[in-house]
């Protein structure tokens, strides 16, 4: 199988000339195999349905499993979701950058490959410089899907991908490993008390909520 050109990084210093490289390679349709705080991810530009698909297939997916985001800045949250509870946005500033990704009601016009059959769309803020200079270079937000193939276990370090899944990308940024471990905690903050959708890399206590809860999915 054919891999892809592969960029080595620093992961405390990756550089803007080679993210730029990267977030091009986005901006034309291309995917991405990217590290975050915890596992390796795949990135395609969210505005790219065709991109969005193509990675849908890569994956092996469900094209009902919708695609989690890392938004370029955190401003960029009032231009993808449609309402933002009060005690979401106390949740923001405490935990992001970082793994939380908040599921909210999403603006009209976005993929469906990025909805919750409710029309929820799920964000975050990367802590990881590679990640978030990748979709400060992009410019938008990027998918934030695990770089793994459907069923199989995600991975932390570039030399466990799948052959089948470096074939199928057209660029790696291989920092070297990453913490791994549990991914982002997915919380549905639509509405308060939140559900927890994942429990993840940040816990339930860290984050103080209490109420109603509801299994992985």
Not at 42 to 51: E, F, K
Not at 146 to 155: D, F, I, K, T, V
Not at 180 to 203: E, F, N, Y
Request: with cysteine; net charge neutral; hydrophobic share 45%.
């Amino acid at each position: 199988m054919a891999t892809p050109p592969t960029i080595t990084l620093d992961p405390a210093n990756p550089g803007q000339a080679l993210l730029a490289r990267a977030a091009g390679v986005l901006a034309e349709g291309g995917l991405v195999i990217y590290p975050t705080e915890t596992l390796y991810g795949i990135a395609a530009d969210y505005r790219n349905d065709g991109a969005l698909a193509r990675l849908v297939v890569l994956k092996g997916r469900d094209g009902a499993k919708p695609f989690p985001l890392i938004l370029a800045s955190p401003d960029e949250v009032d231009s993808l979701a449609l309402a933002i509870p009060p005690q979401a946005r106390e949740l923001m500033a405490r935990f992001w950058p970082g793994p939380l990704t908040l599921v909210l009601a999403a603006r009209p016009g976005l993929s469906p490959r990025l909805l919750s059959p409710e029309g929820g769309v799920g964000l975050r803020v990367s802590s990881h410089p590679v990640a978030a200079g990748l979709a400060a270079g992009l410019g938008r937000a990027i998918t934030a899907t695990s770089a793994n193939l459907a069923g199989q276990p995600p991975a932390s370090r570039v030399e466990d991908l799948a052959p089948a899944l470096l074939a199928g990308v057209d660029l790696v940024l291989d920092a070297g490993p990453t913490p791994g471990g549990p991914p982002s905690t997915v919380l549905d903050a639509r509405a308060w008390p939140p559900k927890v959708l994942r429990q993840g890399a940040i816990t339930i206590q860290a984050l103080g909520l209490a109420g109603p809860r509801r299994p992985e999915c």
